[in-house]
C-alpha cells in the first residue's frame, strides 16, 4: 500500500522536533517540546481533531485520576484544561483507603478539544499543520526528517510518533466496513510501510465505542440519578479550588437484563468479533457488551451508565455497552434496556482496529532502540485511554527535547509514579492487547497517591524545565508546612479533660483513661485531623491540600513506613545497572530463553530485568553474579 508523491519538495521552514498526531499524547509531547525551547512542528490529519475525545466524555477515573494528576504535576495540560471543560467531577472510592481515591471528571467534549486547540496555537515555538506524515526519513539508523503525502520534506533532529487509532484504521459494525479513523475522520494509511521498512514491528489491535444516543430519546424516570461531588477537587495543583465549584450536570444508571443478553446471544453470529472479521486483539478490561454476555453468561445484568457529552449538544454516552453488532441488532438491544424503550441513535456503536508497535522495541525514555531520534508515545504504543496516552506523550516529549540538549534521559521508575509502571510495564513486559492503567498494577500504591502526585514529581517537572520558579518555590513550602505540623501534632499533648472526652464521645470513639498525643488520636479509624479540630487550641491556619496530608501521613505512617522499606530493597535492583554492551551469550549459566529475551529487551537495570517474562528468580542471581564479577560466565564485560 506504499504510497510515493509524484512530486517531492523540502519545506524550508526549520524545525527541532516534528510530532505525528495532535490526540492526547501529540499535545502533550508537542506542547513539552515547544516550552522547552524547541521549535516544533505538530502534525495531523485534521486540526478539528486536536485533543479528540473519540470514546468516552470523560478524563480520570480509578488510577487514570492519577495519571492525570502526575503529568499535571510535572507540568503537563491535561490537569488545567479538564478543570476548564469539565461538567461533572467526582472523587471515585471515597469508602476505601486513600491509595484507591482517584478523581473522574464529566467533559464537555467540544470544550475540551478546542480549549486544548488554544492552548497549542498560543504556544510559542509550536506549528500546527494538517497533513498526512507517509514516511519516517532516517540515515545511518538516524532520523532526519518526515515525508507528507504532498511530498513535502520536513528536516528535523527528533520524531514523536502519537498516531493513536489512526494508521491503517478500520471501523467495523455487522457487515459495514469503513477504512477511517474514530467518528469518520481520515486514517492515515501509508505510514505503517515506512516504519516496517525501518525495522520496527507491528501489531494489530482494536477498540470499540458505544452508541450515542438522543438525549430528548431517554426516559430517565426509570434509572438512578449519579451527581457529583459537593465540594469539587481539581485535576491541576495550580487550580484555585473556589474557581471549579460550578452547578454540575447528571450522569444516569441503568442496566441491562435477561432481554438484551437473549437479543446479543441470538445475533453473535452477525458480530464482527466472533466471526473473524475483525483480527486486531482487544482490550481486556474494556470489553463489548457482546464479551460480557458471552464470557459472564452468570450475570443476569450489567451497569449501562448515560452520560452527557456536553453542554451544547443533546447526544448522550452509553457507557458500558460498546457493540460491533449490526445497526438493526444495536436498536434492539439499546431498546431493551430501561430507559432506553425509545432511544433513537445519533452515532452507531462500532469496532476500530488499527496498527501500532510492540513497545518492548523502546527504552524506558521511549525512544526507539534502534532509530536514533525516533519517539514514541499514546495508544501507537500498545496502550489504551486517554490518560495513559498524555503521560507517555509528555514522557516522549521531555526526552526527545533532552536528547536535543545532550542531557540524560528522564526515567521515573515504579516506585516514583504510576506513569513509572505504565512505561515501564510497556517496554519490559509482553502483551498482546491494549494496556489499561490500574491500581493493582502499581506495587507501591499507598506512597503514589493522587493527592500527593506533586510532593512525588513537582521537582521533576522543575529540573526538566517545564515548572516555573514560583510554582517550585510553592511546593517547598508546602513541603514545609506539612513536616511541621506533623512535628506539632507528635508532640501535642491531649488530657482527659471533660470536653476532650465530649467530643470523642460525639465521634464515636472510646474515651481516655490516661494523656495521649493528638498524633495517636489521629490514627483512631473514626477520628481525623478535622474532626480534632476543636481540641487542638494551638492549630495554626493551614490550606486544605496540607491538613489532608497530614492527615494521611499520621494515619498511615506504619503502612508508609514499611512500604518505603520495600522501595528500598527495590532501588537496590533498580540501581545495578546492565552496561549497554554486554553480551547475554557470554554468560554460560542463563537459560536460553532468558538469553533471547534479555538479548531483544537490553533491559537497563537488574531491576527491569527482573520483571521480564521467560526471565527467572535463578536467571537473575546468574546475571548479579557476573555482574559483579563472578563466575557465571566465560567472557563478555564484567564490571
Not at 496530608?549 to 494515619?555: E, G, L, S, T
Amino acid at each position: 500500500m506504499k504510497y510515493s508523491a509524484n512530486f517531492v519538495w523540502e519545506n524550508k521552514d526549520y524545525y527541532d522536533i516534528v510530532v505525528v498526531g495532535a490526540g492526547h499524547a501529540g499535545c502533550e509531547a508537542a506542547l513539552a517540546c515547544a516550552r522547552l525551547g524547541f521549535h516544533t512542528v505538530i502534525f495531523t490529519v485534521s486540526v478539528d481533531s486536536i485533543a479528540l475525545m473519540p470514546c468516552n466524555p470523560n478524563i480520570g477515573g480509578s488510577s487514570k485520576g492519577h495519571l492525570v494528576r502526575e503529568v499535571d504535576a510535572l507540568g503537563g495540560e491535561m490537569g488545567k484544561v479538564i478543570d476548564r471543560t469539565f461538567i461533572q467531577s467526582k472523587m471515585l472510592n471515597r469508602s476505601k483507603g486513600p491509595a484507591v481515591h482517584s478523581l473522574r471528571a464529566q467533559a464537555d467534549k467540544a470544550e475540551y478539544s478546542r480549549a486544548m486547540r488554544q492552548v497549542l496555537e498560543d504556544q510559542d515555538n509550536l506549528d500546527i499543520r494538517q497533513m498526512e506524515v507517509t514516511e519516517i526519513l532516517a540515515e545511518d539508523g538516524k532520523v532526519t526528517g518526515v515525508k507528507t503525502y504532498s511530498g513535502a520534506l520536513y528536516r528535523c533532529r527528533a520524531v514523536i510518533l502519537c498516531t493513536g487509532t489512526y494508521l491503517k484504521a478500520r471501523c467495523i459494525y455487522g457487515d459495514v466496513s469503513t477504512y477511517t479513523g474514530p467518528n469518520g475522520l481520515q486514517s492515515a494509511n501509508y505510514l505503517t510501510d515506512s516504519l516496517k521498512a525501518l525495522g520496527i514491528k507491528m501489531y494489530r489491535f482494536k477498540t470499540g465505542t458505544p452508541a450515542r444516543i438522543d438525549r430528548n430519546s431517554v426516559d430517565f424516570s426509570r434509572m438512578e440519578e449519579q451527581k457529583g461531588d459537593e465540594r469539587i477537587v481539581p485535576f491541576s495543583f495550580t487550580t484555585d479550588p473556589e474557581t471549579v465549584q460550578i452547578d454540575q450536570v447528571s450522569c444516569w444508571l441503568t442496566y441491562t437484563n435477561e432481554k438484551t443478553h437473549e437479543i446479543i446471544r441470538e445475533n453473535l453470529d452477525r458480530s464482527p468479533l466472533f466471526s473473524g472479521a475483525i483480527e486486531g486483539t482487544g482490550p481486556r478490561y474494556c470489553p463489548s457488551i457482546e464479551d460480557k454476555v458471552v464470557k459472564f453468561p452468570d450475570k443476569n445484568r450489567h451497569q449501562v451508565f448515560i452520560e452527557p457529552e456536553g453542554l451544547h449538544t443533546t447526544e448522550m454516552y452509553v457507557g458500558g455497552m460498546s457493540s460491533s453488532l449490526p445497526e438493526d441488532v444495536q436498536y434492539a438491544m439499546y431498546r431493551s434496556v430501561p430507559g432506553l424503550e425509545h432511544a433513537k441513535i445519533v452515532r452507531n456503536a462500532y469496532a476500530i482496529e488499527y496498527d501500532c508497535i510492540d513497545a518492548r522495541q523502546l527504552k524506558s525514555t521511549l525512544e526507539f532502540k534502534n532509530i536514533d531520534g525516533l519517539f514514541s508515545g499514546g495508544q501507537f504504543n500498545g496502550s489504551s485511554g486517554y490518560e495513559e496516552a498524555a503521560a507517555q506523550g509528555l514522557m516522549a516529549g521531555i526526552n526527545a527535547a533532552r536528547k536535543l540538549q545532550g542531557k540524560e534521559g528522564i526515567v521515573i521508575d515504579r516506585s516514583q509514579g504510576y506513569i513509572g509502571v505504565l512505561i515501564d510495564d510497556l517496554v519490559t513486559k509482553e502483551s498482546h492487547e491494549p494496556y489499561r492503567m490500574m491500581t493493582s498494577r502499581a506495587e507501591y500504591r499507598l506512597l503514589l497517591r493522587q493527592d500527593n502526585a506533586d510532593l512525588r514529581l513537582t521537582k521533576i517537572g522543575y529540573e526538566a524545565g517545564l515548572i516555573d520558579e514560583d510554582r517550585y518555590k510553592k511546593l517547598l513550602k508546602k513541603e514545609e508546612m506539612i513536616d511541621q505540623e506533623i512535628y506539632r501534632v507528635n508532640h501535642v499533648n491531649i488530657g482527659t479533660t471533660p470536653k476532650v472526652q465530649e467530643i470523642l464521645r460525639s465521634c464515636g470513639s472510646t474515651e481516655l483513661n490516661s494523656g495521649t498525643t493528638l498524633a495517636e488520636l489521629i490514627r483512631r479509624p473514626e477520628l481525623s485531623y478535622e474532626k480534632l479540630a476543636l481540641i487542638d487550641e494551638n492549630r495554626p491556619e493551614l490550606p486544605d491540600d496540607v491538613k489532608e496530608q497530614v492527615d494521611i501521613n499520621i494515619k498511615y505512617e506504619g503502612y508508609i513506613r514499611r512500604q518505603l522499606r520495600q522501595v528500598e530493597q527495590f532501588k537496590k535492583l533498580e540501581n545495578k545497572r546492565i552496561p549497554d554492551d554486554i553480551e547475554y551469550d557470554n554468560i554460560n549459566s542463563l537459560r536460553i530463553e532468558a538469553k533471547q529475551k534479555l538479548s531483544e529487551i537490553k533491559p537497563l537495570s537488574v531491576g527491569q530485568a527482573s520483571r521480564i517474562s521467560g526471565v527467572s528468580p535463578a536467571d537473575i542471581s546468574v546475571l548479579l553474579v557476573y555482574l559483579t564479577g563472578g563466575s557465571s560466565g566465560s567472557s563478555g564485560h564484567k564490571s
